[in-house]
């Protein structure tokens, strides 16, 4: 099971952090062996959406002006788009903010087939065996770990810590350890056969019922095994060698910067294929240069202009950093075959709304607009997730719906 793999390798890497040291600029480390073809997804979000006149342009096309905190992205234009008026139907506030990448509440995640499984969850799936991590879950900070869940209805928690996710990437573990991990699988893939045998005696008595919910439960015990199956496949395999240290770990300003050159590194030497980015709440403001509000505390700005003002500052840097990471996947010819997904699960903090969610893709190999308004009118509304699926399909997966999707999603060729 993709998600399952994703925790338990975590929690297998993540043992016995230690000093922290600087981390150097990142450009000089050899290029992956990966075929050129390789579909790769990023998603980069945060808790409290953006302001809008700061985010969505007045005009549609290619050639529409950009608001104030879209203007690092001018070097990219053709390889970007923005979307307004997408979103996935329902408002709830701050409570439905963990279906961004989902389009279904957690409380209805058992009455659907596919759960309230996110699109990184989904995608790994696919992925799955192809790297080391099928996906790799992160935040700049301490974040209420809403973004990601798995199939059966579980939230994924994000790594927050750069040191971290450096010797994850790209430190060996110790030869001891890689070989009690090993005696691990072994006794894990023992403890699995001796469960899969009792529940095969167990279907001999059991009503049609119970039985549809042992079927399930036997799909998930598959699924641990195939993942246990790929952990061990890259146990004896050394992680790539770059030219750097270990990173400081720091605030969410000061991480997210590194975390986003950790990142492309990643995708560079096919490390994974599947990331998520979580910008968390308790993002510093004082770090850059504002009041020390919090920023929850800018996000309620009530149109105070002082408020938004500094909300805008924190947007902006968010977007600075974003449009340097897109930049550096074009530099190592990376773009055109990443899905790039910035959104959040609020529109505007302010206001409280779920509606007209804030979208930007880039990459992709897409023929990009820069700015598509789509349908505002009741009923004719596009759902988020036929954007989902479109992406999904692009990367390689034979799908026919995602989420709450209706068709794909026909504003992007």
Not at 226 to 252: F, H, M, Y
Not at 268 to 296: L, M, N, Q, W
């Amino acid at each position: 099971m993709t998600r399952a793999h994703s925790r338990h390798a975590r929690r297998m890497f993540l043992k016995g952090t230690g000093a922290c040291i600087g981390l150097p600029w990142l450009e000089t480390f050899a290029r992956a062996t990966e075929p050129a073809t390789a579909q790769r997804f990023v998603c980069v979000a945060n808790p409290f959406g953006m302001i809008h006149d700061s985010f969505f342009p007045e005009e549609e096309g290619l050639a529409a002006a950009l608001p104030r905190n879209l203007l690092p992205f001018e070097p990219l234009r053709g390889k970007f788009t923005v979307f307004s008026n997408l979103d996935h139907g329902s408002n709830g506030n701050h409570a439905l903010t963990h279906t961004f990448l989902t389009g279904v509440k957690s409380t209805e995640a058992r009455s659907r087939p596919e759960g309230n499984v996110s699109l990184d969850q989904f995608l790994a799936q696919y992925a799955a065996g192809e790297t080391r991590f099928p996906v790799l879950n992160t935040a700049a900070g301490p974040s209420s770990g809403e973004l990601c869940w798995t199939r059966t209805g579980v939230g994924v928690p994000p790594i927050g810590h750069v040191s971290r996710i450096f010797k994850m990437l790209f430190v060996d573990d110790p030869a001891e350890a890689a070989a009690a991990r090993g005696v691990d699988y072994e006794d894990q893939g023992s403890i699995l056969d001796a469960v899969n045998e009792k529940a095969r005696i167990m279907s001999r008595s059991i009503s049609g019922r119970d039985r549809q919910k042992l079927d399930q439960y036997l799909t998930a015990i598959r699924e641990v095994e195939k993942s246990i199956d790929q952990e061990k496949a890259w146990l004896a395999r050394p992680r790539p060698k770059v030219d750097a240290k270990e990173p400081k770990d720091g605030t969410p300003s000061q991480q997210l910067p590194i975390l986003f050159d950790l990142i492309a590194v990643a995708l560079e030497t096919d490390s994974t294929r599947v990331v998520t980015i979580e910008i968390p709440g308790t993002f510093d403001t004082a770090a850059i240069g504002i009041e020390d509000k919090g920023y929850h505390g800018f996000s309620h700005h009530a149109k105070d202009p002082g408020l938004m003002e500094g909300m805008r500052k924190v947007e902006h840097y968010q977007m600075l950093h974003l449009a340097k990471f897109v930049t550096k996947l074009q530099d190592r010819g990376l773009l055109d075959t990443t899905q790039v997904l910035f959104g959040s699960g609020m529109s505007d903090g302010s206001a409280h709304t779920n509606m007209n969610l804030p979208i930007l893709l880039a990459g992709g190999g897409y023929k990009h607009q820069t700015y598509v308004k789509m349908p505002e009118e009741q009923g004719k509304r596009v759902p988020l997730c036929n954007l989902y699926l479109s992406m999904a399909q692009r990367f390689g997966i034979e799908a026919n719906s995602f989420g709450r999707s209706t068709s794909t999603f026909g504003a992007l060729s």
